[in-house]
Nanobody, 123 residues
């Protein structure tokens, strides 16, 4: 069982940066891959970024080059550094965990979810 808690969301202007954190419980955190997903009002949940338990990173085309995912296993935390934010990045951001290392962009296959943190980017 893994419990996830997101933090770091807020209201920023276009071009600003934010760093989201996903803190996990449990002593086996290092064996889990973590994904970030987002959902804007009226839209489907979409993949943002993921990091496998072995440290491989994956990004959606819409955030590649602007967002960076990283993990600190000693702190049981995954970070999502978001730079050059755009109004279209506005959404609730959720982290999710799975013991798999494949298909990390498929939210249907994630096993555990946090409750999310809201990011609002004004133009």
């Amino acid at each position: 069982q893994v419990q996830l808690v997101e933090s770091g969301g807020g209201l920023v202007q276009a071009g600003d940066s934010l760093r989201l954190s996903c803190a996990a419980s449990g002593r086996t955190f290092s064996t889990y891959s973590i994904g970030w997903f987002r959902q804007a009002p009226g839209k489907e949940r979409e993949f943002v970024a993921a990091i496998s338990w072995s440290g491989d990173n994956y990004y959606s085309d819409s955030v590649k080059g602007r967002f960076t995912i990283s993990r600190d296993n000693a702190k049981n935390t995954v970070y999502l550094q978001m730079d050059s934010l755009k109004p279209e990045d506005t959404a609730g951001y959720y982290c999710a965990a799975t013991s798999r290392w494949w298909n990390l962009n498929d939210f249907n296959l994630m096993d555990y979810w946090g409750k999310g943190t809201l990011v609002t980017v004004s133009s």
